[in-house]
């Protein structure tokens, strides 16, 4: 049994920060999601139909939810505690750019106001993202 595990342990030990290679994040996954809310929410209010806004109701509220887990991958594993250190606000950003994207924001409103407070959240994570891969 010795031998046998002896033989199977690594014998080259990896670490990363991130569980990928880091250039799989990127914010503009969460941004261009958010586009489709704001273009959505346009569209909706553009058009009487029946069919068509319910269509746009279910589309935005499926966008909604993919902006959430794009944030909260970027959130949970590219984000590390010394960028946490260096940004400190990025929790309460992070937060409030889900929250923004969850019922309370885009995913109960057909007003375009509130993609448009998503992207600025967004714009604000990107920003700090971009100045990480700096460093």
């Not at 990928?20 to 586009?35: H, M, N, T």
């Not at 939810?65 to 010394?82: N, R, S």
């Not at 309370?104 to 992207?119: C, E, F, N, R, V």
């Amino acid at each position: 049994m010795r031998l046998v595990s002896r033989i199977l342990r690594p014998r080259v030990e990896a670490t990363a920060h991130c569980d990928l290679p880091c250039g799989v994040y990127d914010p503009a996954q969460a941004r261009i999601e958010a586009e489709s809310i704001k273009a959505v929410q346009e569209k909706y209010q553009a058009n009487e139909d029946p069919e068509f806004r319910e269509r746009a109701v279910l589309i935005k509220e499926q966008r909604s939810e993919l902006v959430k887990h794009h944030l909260w991958v970027l959130w949970t594993d590219y984000f590390k505690p010394p960028h946490f250190e260096k940004y400190p606000e990025l929790h309460d950003l992070f937060n409030r750019a889900t929250k923004a994207a969850g019922a309370a924001g885009t995913k109960g409103s057909m007003d375009p106001a509130s993609g448009q407070a998503l992207l600025d959240l967004i714009a604000q994570i990107d920003k700090i993202f971009w100045e990480t891969k700096q460093g």
